[in-house]
């Protein structure tokens, strides 16, 4: 499995140029994730928000946080949403807890959301970070053929 490295960042300056010394010549695009809390693991919401670890009950949990979103959003959308995947969808983007991770091609989106998530304005109205932010840069490419043996899928449906 890859390793994990860490680096601190103390300005917008070095992160900028930290990110293009990651990117480097890459062909394929970086992956960036903002995260207001130095102390969030790199999990899904889902899997933060309730201390079981027995994958049956997540799921269960999951199952019950769709249906009460269901129910409750009607009133506030107005397209037709086909599967469970797409309430998913819609529901991360609302702040429910799912097992999705946002992931941006944007190091600055990345960087925005590491930010704005975790202060509180200060008396002179700048902001007041209270912990540290992380940003995860991930290479989707690498990541798949460290994590999965791609070579032994022949891409046929059948």
């Known amino acids: 499995m890859p390793s994990l490295r860490t680096k601190r960042i103390k300005s917008l300056k070095e992160y900028i140029s930290f990110v293009e010394a990651f990117r480097g010549k890459r062909t394929s695009p970086a992956w960036y994730r903002g995260c207001g809390n130095i102390s969030h693991e790199l999990k899904p919401s889902l899997y933060r ?5 027995i994958i049956e009950d997540l799921m269960a949990l999951e199952k019950r946080l769709v249906a009460r979103f269901q129910q409750r959003s009607i009133p506030f959308h107005t397209r037709h949403i086909a599967n469970n995947w797409e309430w998913v969808f819609l529901m ?17 989106m990345a960087l925005f959301f590491a930010t704005s998530a975790r202060h509180e304005l200060g008396s002179r109205g700048s902001p007041v970070f209270k912990s540290d932010a992380a940003i995860w840069l991930l290479d989707p490419v690498q990541w798949n053929k460290k994590s999965i043996d791609l070579k032994s899928f022949s891409g046929d449906d059948g």
């Open 92 to 108: 991360q983007h609302y702040g429910v807890p799912t097992r999705l991770l946002d992931w941006s091609e944007s190091p600055l």
């Open 49 to 53: 928000h309730k201390p079981s670890r």
